[in-house]
């Protein structure tokens, strides 16, 4: 899996992921999602256009990521997600449960 | 389509190349008519049962074995996931509250979403057996 950090304002990230998210590639996603929920984060987007394929384990790291954000003041938004993503979503009962938006751009618009 | 005989496929217990099981599911599965969500809730299935038992099978050891057999019926697609390490509890199969929000325990859930029959035995010289059915599309008659 390719993963893309970049900062695009203070406290605002962008964490870019391409490829399947399975039980071999979800470890490098949260190595890189969990040091961001840290005091001066305000948001954090995770997007999610180039993801091709999500299991649950990509899922459980996605909930982890949300109860971190709830100890901080960091928001955790999913972005561009394609709509076989989505239907695991679904699938799970999380559709409504996390914030999730069309675009990155929307994303960002969001924090503003 | 049917066959007289299983395609087998035998892979060590290693979570990497899971990917080339859920491509031989697809394109099998694309090739007996199930529709693309059809399609993809049974890769996310196949890719459940075979992350379950490299977990708890295994342990996350990733030198062990895991054979998949595709039977491919005229009415019905049979998958076997046959592993030879730590038989799996009844607890195992028992499914969770999924309005709770945590992460984890969502496997079994999409196992017996993606598949009409889900079935765990546990075969005579040791490990488990996991058996999941699909029933196949069937061609509408016309009269």
Known sequence: ?112 | MQLDSPILVDIPSNPAVLFLVRALVKRLSERLGFSSEQVERMMLAIDEACTNVIRHAYGNRTGERIVISFYVHPRQLEIHIRDFGQTASPEAFKPRDLSQVRPGGLGLHFIREGMDEVHYETPEDGGGLLRLIRYRPQPRVLT
């Open chain 1, 1 to 112: 899996m390719k993963i893309e950090l970049e900062e695009k304002r203070p406290g605002v990230f962008v964490v870019t992921l391409a490829g399947d998210m399975d039980m071999s590639t979800s470890p490098e996603v949260r190595k890189s999602m969990a040091p961001l929920f840290r005091p001066g984060t305000t948001q954090v987007i995770i997007a999610l256009a180039g993801v091709t394929y999500i299991d649950s384990s990509g899922i459980a790291t996605f909930v982890e990521g949300l109860q971190l954000s709830q100890k901080t003041t960091a928001r955790l938004t999913l972005a561009g997600m394609n709509a076989a993503v989505e239907a695991v979503f679904e699938l799970a009962y999380l559709r409504e449960v996390f914030h999730i938006v069309p675009t990155v751009e929307a994303a960002l618009g969001d924090g503003a």
